[in-house]
């Protein structure tokens, strides 16, 4: 079945540094989304990508999808302490699989 | 934006009883809903798919009979875990689909079994 693979697993920066989170299906993805969930919450939709090669930004979060539609990045420029949590991506048509996510923690 | 409702939040059981957890779609309906298993520090994985009105799918490896699912309206899925054991420990998290939102999960539920 369709795997998402995603990395790395944690990451920990100082405030103000940046920090990216990759993710690669073993399959061609119709659409991509990015959830970021806080400890102790459920996961929040940041975003959906859908065209090969897209890119969108919110803030200091760019997200990018990749040319043949099977891998997708998010960085987040100069983090802050509220971009504490883990970030997950999450592909499939009809039912969501999610990648292992990558839990960041920030260095005040 | 779409809401979706789940409910208890935190419930603890003893091993051996059932648990039932509602997810409820407020001002939308929603025919698929999604069940998810989360443990600690892990992904989200997917248990079951719920239909409104006939059998709900489960992934492979989900027992579907200690997993009960109905979804017997557009709005209300539940899950009911029958006979809990301590494994069955974990946080379960729905989800469902709203054409302008996409996807919505809901609040999600920390089951502990003791």
């Known amino acids: 079945g369709q795997q998402v693979m995603q990395i790395p697993q944690y990451q920990h920066v100082q405030e103000g540094e940046d920090f990216t989170t990759y993710c690669n299906s073993s399959t061609t993805l119709s659409n991509i989304q990015w959830y970021k969930q806080r400890p102790g919450g459920h996961p929040v939709f940041l975003i959906q990508?859908?065209?090969?090669?897209e890119v969108k930004k919110q803030k200091r979060l760019t997200f990018q999808f990749g040319e043949a539609k099977k891998n997708s990045s998010l960085h987040i420029t100069a983090t802050q302490t509220t971009d504490v949590g883990t970030y997950f991506c999450a592909g499939g048509a009809q039912k969501l699989v999610f990648g292992q996510g990558t839990r960041l923690t920030i260095n005040p | 934006g779409a809401v979706v409702s789940q409910h208890p939040s935190r419930v603890i059981c003893k091993s051996g009883t059932s648990v039932k957890i509602e997810c409820r779609s407020l001002?939308?309906?929603?025919?698929?809903m999604f069940w998810y298993r989360q443990f600690p520090k892990q992904s989200l994985m997917l248990m079951a798919t719920?239909?409104?009105?006939?059998?709900?799918?489960?992934e492979q490896g989900v027992e579907k009979d200690k997993f009960l699912i109905n979804h017997a309206s557009l709005t209300l899925s539940t899950l009911t875990v029958t006979s809990a054991h301590p494994e069955d420990s974990s946080f379960y998290i729905c989800s469902a689909i709203e054409t302008a939102y996409g996807y919505t999960f809901g609040s999600g539920t920390r089951l502990t079994v003791v």
């Open positions: 990508l859908v065209k090969s090669g």
């Open positions: 001002d939308f309906q929603a025919t698929t």
């Open positions: 719920s239909n409104e009105g006939s059998k709900a799918t489960y």
